[in-house]
């Protein structure tokens, strides 16, 4: 005998360009959900286009429908579908070939990713914390170390890697030539002078009190997935004779190399303003749950488009041909 399946779960996401007043928009969902209104204004203000999830279509419907009235573009979506992200991978060097962008991995491996699949790009800073004073190789190496002298039954030092694992196996020949290799060096970073823009930036996040921001760039491509770059394990030896001794310079010059590259991306107005008025605002975020939305909002988006562009294709298939007039 076999259950029968329960109630469809929809998602409820802002249209493109929508406004979103996120104290109006959270009193409605409030409304809808039963949460004080408090804890449903954050969850709009950090939702980066998702409104709510986990609704039956009924409400749904009904909130898409007070959004309305308040100028609010929303619609609903297929709840299984929402959380579906490709996997993408992590750059450690781009090259912007013409008609694609060569992706360079952390292990050597290149791939191309074709220009025309990369839809939309996202800088973004994220809330960095202070180094480990007692870990003063870069990337970790230390750690793994540790790990590798404690599967070996030598010593290790509880302190640098939190409790250990007392199931957890010891390294494959492959796992302990990786870690013995460590991270590759960063060759390009830099910690030289910063430029005169650089500085601006750089007095602004101290400013802010945000001086260990840890920054980001994604490229958004379909079907490959994110292709991520964090600006501290990145060879910025890639922008040849662009590149600058600060590795904060590098990252200025790899976003407006990025926004060149792809004039026509989506979400191009974070970078854009960071590039202009240098105030990190724009791009700063609290949560990681920040990026991971807008993430599943960007390739929700791609595959709407893409549905609404098969649509129309298969439209203008169906018409009859209409007889010549000759």
């Known amino acids: 005998m076999t259950s029968e399946p329960g109630p469809r779960s929809f998602t409820v996401i802002l249209e493109r360009g929508s406004p979103c007043p996120a104290a109006e928009v959270g009193r409605l969902v409030a409304y809808h959900l039963e949460l004080h209104p408090t804890d449903a204004i954050v969850r709009v203000r950090y939702g980066a286009g998702l409104v709510v999830d986990g609704v039956t279509e009924a409400v749904a419907d009904e909130l898409i429908a007070r959004l309305a009235e308040i100028g609010v573009r929303a619609r609903k979506v297929d709840g299984d579908l929402w959380a579906l992200v490709p996997r993408g991978v992590r750059a450690f060097g781009l090259e912007f070939g013409e008609r694609s962008l060569v992706v360079r991995l952390v292990g050597g491996r290149r791939i191309e990713v074709p220009r025309d699949s990369i839809f939309a790009l996202h800088g973004y800073g994220l809330p960095g914390t202070p180094p480990d004073e007692d870990d003063e190789e870069p990337f970790g190496r230390k750690k793994r170390k540790a790990k590798r002298q404690a599967a070996a039954g030598g010593s290790l030092s509880l302190g640098s890697l939190g409790a250990a694992h007392p199931t957890e196996p010891p390294p494959t020949a492959a796992a302990d030539e ?3 290799q460590g991270e590759p060096e960063i060759l390009g ?3 030289g002078e910063l430029s005169l823009r650089g500085q601006k930036l750089h ?3 101290v400013e802010l009190g945000a001086q260990l921001t840890e920054f980001h760039l994604a490229l958004y491509a379909d079907p490959l997935g994110p292709i991520r770059v964090r600006k501290n394990d990145f060879d910025f030896t890639c922008l040849g004779v ?3 001794e600060h590795s904060l310079d590098n990252f200025l010059t790899l976003i407006q190399r990025s926004l ?3 004039p026509a991306a989506w979400n191009r107005e974070p970078c854009e303003a960071l590039l202009k008025d240098l105030n990190p605002r724009s791009v700063i975020l609290f949560k990681p749950e ?8 960007l390739y929700q988006w791609s595959r709407i488009e893409a549905e609404s562009a098969a649509d129309a294709a298969a439209r203008s298939d169906s018409r009859p041909n209409l007889p010549s007039e000759e």
């Open 260 to 262: 060149d590259y792809l």
């Open 242 to 244: 662009d590149r600058q």
């Open 203 to 205: 007095k602004r996040l």
């Open 189 to 191: 970073a830099g910690t």
């Open 178 to 180: 990786e870690a013995a």
């Open 290 to 297: 920040e990026v991971q939305n807008l993430e599943r909002w």
